[in-house]
């Protein structure tokens, strides 16, 4: 590539908006253009590093006997209603009409059309096991998209479903893409680690998260420097409740009057030990009765290092629905504080407690939107700054041993760039998809599904590699992996000549360069290129060549080292 005839575009600052370092990067280095609230253009630039990335999780996803289908963007809405998914996602699932009024979905994840094709397709247990994967557009109306690329509304995944006949047989292909996951993210070039997760709702018995270890992520990960446990921070913390979850809940169901109850009581029933308990729990329970949902929520804010006061708990029609967006409108529905929320209306929650200002609404916003039980720790919201993160999650785990006794947890944050889940029947006995076993008996089909966020691993390899110049792609998966910068081309004959020869002995080789031909100099050139990041850049200079010498300087050297022409090749591979 020749950089006249590329599209180059750098700015010196960052949009006010771009809050995190990837975001400032990404937008200075003219990768992504932004058109909406979190709806981007890849840039030339940008697309380059999407389409390496993308290159990687193919290759290594088909070596992992995956096979690759193109499921539509827009899917039929009577699909998403057969798993109940079209009302559970509440305002997330972005929602189209047509012309004559039938309602579609666009996709956030591809579940229901996997599993439409697959019950059609799959007769018999002989075509089992397989799996299908994509890489398509996803659309998610996120209640905050920021920070770019990492958190879009339209971005990116590669979404693979595999389909087995047992038990066995899906967890085996579960590990096929754990296993798969860790080669591509070791080919990233990115350091990264698989935590346990929690599965939540959707039930099942695996989960793991892939995050990309950096100190920005929004993620609290718990691991054991000495073991091999590592869970993200929800899983972690769910070892703080003991005993059966969902009868517990029951129990707090029957327990629970609009009257206050002791969080003693509650936490007995929940199995909480309140000595230990992390310093902020929000505990929802949702139940349904004669196919209608009736919600029950309740929120503790527990709090481990302080005398607790009191729990109110209520019941609520609703809540789960409602989203906040602004801190006022959280304020509004549950009064102000401090140290009591609520009561408001003739039907309110819950609620706490509590001998402080609850003055964030990432300090106490749960979110309470699944079947079942969900709880989600004190960094839920994420808004609150890094120090009061890290001294909650200290409160979490400090001192406590690992749960496999071989040592003691340690903390660190990551971004979550790609979730491996056993799903299990959910969804193929929600739509029917069976197939006929050896004994001719039609059986549902045992599935996993297995996401990577293409586009968000962009800004977590940011996040993880730059310094005050700009950016620093690992070689896999920079925009070019060589630019040539050529001093004064058009002045000199032997730089002219030599650049050139160098330009088509690094094709030859196979090497993605980029020849930097614009005429610019050399401080605006070299400065663009360390923006961009670029890992090799060689500077190609009449008074070097004169002494047999080019310039070569790795994007994380400080000097640059004098080597032979001929040897160029051979230094950078
Ligand atoms: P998060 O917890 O960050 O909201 P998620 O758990 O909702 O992510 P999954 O449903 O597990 O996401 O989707 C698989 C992958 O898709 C995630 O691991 C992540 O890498 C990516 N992803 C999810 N939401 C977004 C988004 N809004 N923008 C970019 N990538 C995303
Ligand atoms: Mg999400
Ligand atoms: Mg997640
Ligand atoms: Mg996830």
């Known amino acids: 590539m020749r950089a006249s005839r590329f599209f180059i575009s750098t700015l010196k600052d960052a949009p006010s908006d771009a809050e995190i370092v990837s975001h400032q990067l990404m937008m200075r280095a003219g990768m992504i253009k932004r058109l909406g609230s979190g709806i981007y253009t890849y840039m030339p630039m940008g697309l380059r590093v999407i389409r390496k990335v993308e290159a990687i999780v193919r290759e290594e996803m088909n070596q992992a006997a995956a096979i690759e289908l193109l499921m539509p963007l827009v899917q039929p809405a009577e699909l998403w209603q057969e798993t109940g998914r079209w009302d559970k996602m509440g305002a997330e699932l972005m929602r189209v009409k047509d012309r004559h009024g039938r309602e579609y979905a666009i996709q956030p994840t591809s579940e229901e059309v996997i599993t439409d094709v697959v019950r059609t397709e799959i007769k018999?247990?002989?075509?089992?096991?397989?799996?299908?994967?994509?890489?398509?557009?996803?659309?998610?109306?996120?209640?905050?998209?920021?920070?770019?690329?990492?958190?879009?509304?339209?971005?990116?995944?590669?979404?693979?479903?595999?389909?087995?006949?047992?038990?066995?047989?899906?967890?085996?292909s579960y590990k096929v893409m754990f296993d798969a996951?860790?080669?591509?993210?070791?080919?990233?070039?990115?350091?990264?680690?698989?935590?346990?997760?929690?599965?939540?709702?959707?039930?099942?018995?695996?989960?793991?998260?892939?995050?990309?270890?950096?100190?920005?992520?929004?993620?609290?990960?718990?691991?054991?420097?000495?073991?091999?446990?590592?869970?993200?921070?929800?899983?972690?913390?769910?070892?703080?409740?003991?005993?059966?979850?969902?009868?517990?809940?029951?129990?707090?169901?029957?327990?629970?009057?609009?009257?206050?109850?002791?969080?003693?009581?509650?936490?007995?029933?929940?199995?909480?030990?309140?000595a230990r308990t992390v310093k902020t729990i929000a505990l929802t329970a949702e139940t349904e009765k004669d196919g209608k949902i009736t919600k029950q929520h309740f929120m503790l804010l527990l709090r481990g290092d302080h005398e607790l006061n009191e729990i109110k708990v209520g019941k609520v029609a609703g809540l789960a629905n409602h989203r906040f967006t602004t801190e006022e409108e959280l304020l509004e529905v549950y009064g102000s504080i401090p140290?009591?929320?609520g009561p408001i209306g003739t039907q309110l929650p819950v609620t706490v407690v509590a001998d402080r200002t609850v003055d964030k609404m990432s300090d106490f916003v749960c979110g309470a939107n699944d079947a079942g039980f969900h709880y989600t720790g004190a960094n839920w919201g994420r808004d609150?700054?890094?120090?009061?993160?890290?001294?909650?999650?200290?409160?979490?785990?400090?001192?406590?041993?690992?749960?496999d006794g071989k040592g003691v947890l340690a903390i660190e944050r990551g971004i979550e760039v790609g979730h491996v889940f056993q799903l299990g029947t959910?969804?193929?006995?929600?739509?029917?998809?069976?197939?006929?076993?050896?004994?001719?008996?039609?059986?549902?089909?045992?599935?996993?599904?297995?996401?990577?966020?293409?586009?968000?691993?962009?800004?977590?390899?940011?996040?993880?590699?730059?310094?005050?110049?700009?950016?620093?792609?690992?070689?896999?998966i920079a925009p070019f992996e060589v630019v040539l910068c050529p001093m004064g081309m058009d002045r000199s004959e032997l730089v002219k000549e030599q650049t050139e020869q160098l330009y088509a002995a690094l094709q030859g080789a196979g090497v993605d360069v980029i020849l930097d031909d614009r005429g610019q100099r050399p401080?605006?050139?070299?400065?663009?290129?360390?923006?961009?990041?670029?890992?090799?850049r060689v500077v190609i200079g009449e008074r070097g060549l004169k002494e047999g010498k080019l310039e070569y300087q790795g994007r994380r050297d400080t000097e640059a080292t004098g080597v032979a022409p001929s040897d160029i090749v051979a230094f950078i591979q």
């Open 124 to 172: 018999s247990y002989r075509q089992l096991p397989l799996n299908f994967y994509h890489i398509q557009t996803k659309f998610r109306d996120e209640r905050r998209p920021r920070f770019g690329l990492m958190r879009g509304r339209e971005f990116t995944m590669k979404d693979a479903y595999s389909f087995d006949r047992d038990l066995a047989g899906m967890q085996a």
């Open 426 to 476: 959910a969804y193929s006995e929600s739509m029917k998809a069976t197939f006929l076993d050896e004994n001719g008996k039609p059986a549902p089909l045992q599935m996993g599904c297995y996401g990577i966020g293409i586009t968000r691993i962009l800004g977590a390899a940011i996040e993880q590699n730059f310094d005050d110049k700009g950016i620093i792609w690992p070689a896999s």
């Open 523 to 536: 401080g605006a050139m070299f400065a663009d290129w360390e923006l961009i990041g670029v890992p090799h």
């Open 339 to 341: 140290g009591y929320l």
């Open 384 to 403: 609150l700054p890094e120090a009061a993160i890290v001294a909650d999650l200290r409160n979490v785990v400090a001192g406590d041993a690992s749960p």
């Open 181 to 274: 996951y860790t080669r591509i993210f070791t080919r990233f070039g990115l350091k990264f680690r698989a935590v346990a997760a929690d599965n939540g709702a959707i039930g099942g018995s695996g989960s793991h998260e892939f995050h990309v270890i950096a100190h920005t992520g929004e993620d609290a990960l718990v691991y054991c420097p000495t073991s091999d446990y590592a869970a993200n921070m929800e899983a972690a913390e769910a070892l703080a409740l003991t005993g059966e979850r969902p009868a517990a809940t029951e129990e707090l169901s029957k327990a629970a009057t609009p009257d206050t109850v002791k969080c003693e009581t509650v936490a007995a029933l929940l199995g909480i030990d309140l």
